[in-house]
């Protein structure tokens, strides 16, 4: 898959960039998840803050056209782009995740600390 980016418009009011470009592509059309992926590498930006808008197949030719936002944070994401149930559903799973990824750090973190007094004192008594 190759991407061709041939318009990029900064919109400082919204803290977006508006790409639009090409794709070349073998097989079946690249999915949106694809092209997010490339554009966050081009754009060095974490793939949430790209939102690809369209995709849109040349006939009987391996190129789509597209439409994407990348946006500069992520509360410029939340103000100008509609929340969807889907993404929303996509937040609180990520939310859930670091809550127990921190959960899970501090058990260890308390056990590392419950396990050293007891080895001191196991070396003690010998």
Avoid: C, W
Avoid at 18 to 44: D, Y
Avoid at 70 to 92: F, P, S
Avoid at 96 to 105: G, H, L, Y
């Amino acid at each position: 898959m190759k991407v061709t980016i041939n318009e990029k418009n900064e919109n400082k009011l919204l803290g977006r960039k508006e790409v639009s470009g090409t794709i070349s592509f073998e097989g079946v059309t690249p999915s949106n998840k694809q092209l997010t992926e490339s554009l966050a590498k081009e754009f060095k930006v974490d793939m949430a803050l790209v939102v690809v808008k369209k995709i849109h197949n040349k006939f009987s030719l391996q190129e789509a056209s597209f439409l994407a936002f990348v946006y500069d944070t992520k509360e410029a994401l939340v103000k100008a782009e509609m929340v969807t149930k889907h993404i929303k559903k996509k937040i609180e799973e990520e939310k859930k995740k670091a809550e127990a990824e921190r959960k899970k750090a501090e058990e260890e973190k308390k056990k590392a600390a419950e396990e050293a007094p007891k080895e001191e004192t196991k070396e003690g008594e010998q």
